[in-house]
């Protein structure tokens, strides 16, 4: 499916702290989308996207908000790893003749669902209390995405040498990306030294290491790349993409520090036959700081061990040798759970930001999810339509 | 006044309830495959490594490793207020599975990965106990 089907349309909702919906949240990002790629809301006609886990059937009820019924409609269920994956999903079902114009997306109220108001946090956890472990994790004190991930940090750190300046390096990277990012959440520099200084939270992982809890939405236009191509933005090609999963799960064999972006990196540069150092440009989902090393390691960016090494050198920064997450990742521009990811992949490559925000002659993207238990992952492939 | 939050206990399904019952005798027990002997936890319908449908539960030696761990500085549940900070890990036991729980009897700053561990009972609250690790 190399170079059939392009991106013609994209956009996110507000983000940060809106008081919103999260169904609202995604109808924002999905009208937005719609509107930049010059598309009616009538010209959709296939919808493939990944609700709240607590929202049956989610894909209808964007169709119930946009007002329309469509050929080809689903929700997927595959974590963080879900925004890519729909993208794919797109590809195949206009591939099989099943529509022509899917929408894409993904939107979560996070800090809305958790906050009362302002300042008092009510919910620690984001996910269903019913969804929560009942056993082998309660009565030890087991809670909360960052213990999951920093036991992965921990493990790397003990093979590789990996260091929390080498994490910090991450943090602080994706901070000055957020800054010259009018939308991003966090306005604030970021050093070393408020990054080692920090409250732990779950240690080895401190405040800086952890995503954000924000609300936001982003959404995609999946179409053939002929028809993109006389639409209102510069097409942005699907050059491939990948999936795989570590299904056994988090805490076997090597999986916290060998990931399924591996096996998810090996397809997407077979189908796209592209390879890391032809990548412009990466956009990692970055739950957390460690997440990103070992992905870039497991990408082929760098050997196996020497993610922090590589990041420590600025190799994230924008006039680095692999600008990532420039809109300010998860970390530090919102985090809809890669969503944004694939939007600012997308704006990368239309060349249309201002030159402080734009890496310089960007024509490929990689794309990154993750999720679904931290085992699950997705991986895109675009590229600048010639 | 202030309620005093209890400690959670873990609420056994159909197919830990066997684990569970025998750490109440201090015993420490898992499926095994009676045709190639793989240990499996938690429990499946058939086993993960040759689909056989037969098991026996047995009981493990209670060694293993710290394959990785955490401290948890952040109070995620008021009634660990008391307990921060605290350690948890992920144990790999001899036998081969490995397991969420609590590394304890030590300052948290020496754990270490790898490090060996063996099993004790702590009680969480009204007689009930759960498995814990310690160094060896």
Not at chain 1, 38 to 63: A, F, N
Not at chain 1, 200 to 214: F, K, M, N
């Amino acid at each position: 499916m190399r170079d059939k089907y392009a991106i013609a349309g994209t956009a996110t909702s507000d983000l940060g702290r809106t008081g919103m919906d999260s169904l609202a949240l995604l109808e924002q990002a999905m009208r937005r989308a719609i509107d930049d790629a010059g598309l009616k809301v009538s010209d959709i006609d296939g919808i493939v996207c990944r609700g709240p886990d607590d929202v049956y059937t989610h894909h209808q009820r964007m169709g119930a908000r946009l007002g329309i019924d469509v050929r080809f409609s689903t929700s997927l269920d595959n974590g963080g790893a879900s925004q890519i994956l729909a993208v794919a999903i797109a590809c195949m079902a206009i591939e099989a003749g099943l529509c022509t114009t899917v929408i894409t997306g993904y939107g979560r109220n996070s800090w809305t669902r958790t906050h009362a108001n302002e300042g008092k946090r009510v919910k620690m956890e984001l996910t269903p209390d019913d969804q929560l472990p009942k056993e082998f994790a309660p009565e030890y004190g087991y809670f909360g995405a960052p213990a999951t991930h920093a036991l992965g940090a921990r493990r790397h750190m003990y093979e590789y040498g990996t260091t929390r300046e080498q994490f910090g390096a991450v943090a602080i990277a994706f901070r000055e990306h957020a800054l010259r990012n009018p939308s991003a959440v966090m306005k604030k520099p970021l050093t070393m030294e408020d990054y080692l200084s920090a409250r732990y939270i779950a240690e080895p992982y401190g405040l800086y290491d952890c995503s954000l809890v924000s609300d936001g939405a982003g959404a995609t236009i999946v179409t053939t790349l002929e028809r993109a191509k006389s639409l209102r933005q510069p097409a942005v090609i699907i050059k491939g993409f990948g999936t795989f999963n570590n299904t056994r799960g988090w805490i076997y064999d090597d999986h916290m520090i060998r990931t399924a972006a591996e096996g998810s990196a090996k397809q997407a540069f077979a189908m796209s036959g592209i390879s890391p150092k032809d990548v412009d440009t990466a956009q990692i989902y970055d739950c957390f700081t460690g997440m990103v090393v070992a992905q870039l390691e497991d990408y082929g960016f760098c050997k196996k061990g020497e993610g922090g090494p590589f990041v420590a050198s600025g190799a994230l920064r924008l006039d680095g040798a692999l600008p990532t997450n420039t809109s300010g990742g998860q970390l530090s521009e919102a985090h809809v759970e890669g969503m944004l990811q694939v939007v600012e992949g997308v704006r990368q490559l239309r060349h249309t930001y201002p030159v402080e925000r734009q890496v310089k002659d960007a024509e490929v993207a990689l794309v990154s999810g993750h999720g679904g238990n931290t085992v699950c992952h997705s991986t895109l492939i675009l590229a600048r339509a010639a | 006044m202030m309620t005093a939050v209890e400690l959670p206990l873990p609420t056994p399904s159909i197919e830990t309830e066997p684990f569970w019952a025998a750490v109440q005798e201090r015993k420490l027990m898992m499926p095994t495959c009676n045709r190639c002997r793989k240990v499996t936890f938690p429990p499946t319908v058939a086993c993960p490594a040759c689909s056989n449908d037969a098991f026996t539960w047995t009981q493990m030696s209670g060694r293993g490793k710290v394959f990785s761990f955490v401290v948890y500085h952040r109070v995620y549940h008021p009634a660990f207020k008391d307990k921060v900070p605290y350690v948890v890990a992920v144990v790999e036991l001899e036998e081969g599975p490995r397991i969420i729980s609590n590394v304890v009897g030590m300052p948290v700053e020496d754990v270490q990965c790898d490090m060996p561990v063996t099993v004790v009972y702590e009680e969480v609250r009204d007689g009930y106990l759960i498995p814990k690790f310690t160094q060896r």
